[in-house]
């Protein structure tokens, strides 16, 4: 945030909850037992809790104006939408570097969002 924040910014942190991979994980697809599949998406959503406790204090650390917004979904769809809702002027995303073959498989949500957004795309490569 230190590097591209400025007074008078708000930081938004999008984090997209995607429970598409619980119901397609071949564990949850053979068992029957629907107290899996619910203990699965309460597992995720306490995942979920941390990071956004996690993210709270790094905007409270850094003093900046921000908040967490929480979609459910494809994350790069996820980081678009917002993007257009909260009229955001720039993008600030991470990239992993995955190597060709893994990101053509899975695909990037940094691609993703280089390729769709309407406003300029920052990528931090981790």
Same mark, same amino acid.
Do not use: W
């Given at each position: 945030?230190?590097?591209?924040?400025?007074?008078?910014?708000? &930081?938004?942190?999008?984090?997209?909850?995607? $429970?598409?991979? *619980?119901?397609?994980? #071949? &564990?949850?697809?053979?068992?029957?037992? #629907?107290?899996? =599949?619910?203990?699965? *998406?309460?597992?995720?959503?306490?995942?979920?809790?941390?990071?956004?406790?996690?993210?709270?204090?790094?905007?409270?650390?850094?003093?900046?104006? !921000?908040?967490?917004?929480? &979609?459910? !979904?494809? #994350?790069?769809?996820?980081? =678009?939408?917002?993007?257009?809702?909260?009229?955001?002027?720039? *993008?600030?995303? !991470?990239?992993?570097?995955?190597?060709?073959?893994?990101?053509?498989?899975?695909?990037?949500?940094?691609?993703?969002?280089?390729?769709?957004?309407?406003? #300029? &795309?920052?990528? $931090?490569?981790?």
């Amino acid at each position: 945030m230190e590097k591209c924040y400025q007074d008078g910014d708000t &930081v938004i942190i999008v984090y997209c909850a995607e $429970f598409n991979g *619980i119901y397609s994980n #071949p &564990v949850t697809l053979m068992s029957n037992d #629907p107290k899996l =599949i619910v203990n699965l *998406i309460e597992g995720e959503e306490e995942r979920v809790q941390k990071l956004a406790k996690k993210y709270e204090d790094m905007i409270k650390k850094y003093k900046t104006n !921000g908040k967490i917004v929480r &979609v459910n !979904g494809k #994350p790069g769809e996820g980081i =678009i939408e917002v993007a257009k809702k909260e009229n955001a002027a720039l *993008i600030v995303t !991470g990239s992993r570097g995955l190597g060709t073959i893994r990101r053509t498989v899975l695909g990037s949500v940094s691609n993703y969002v280089l390729h769709h957004s309407h406003i #300029p &795309v920052l990528v $931090f490569r981790n």
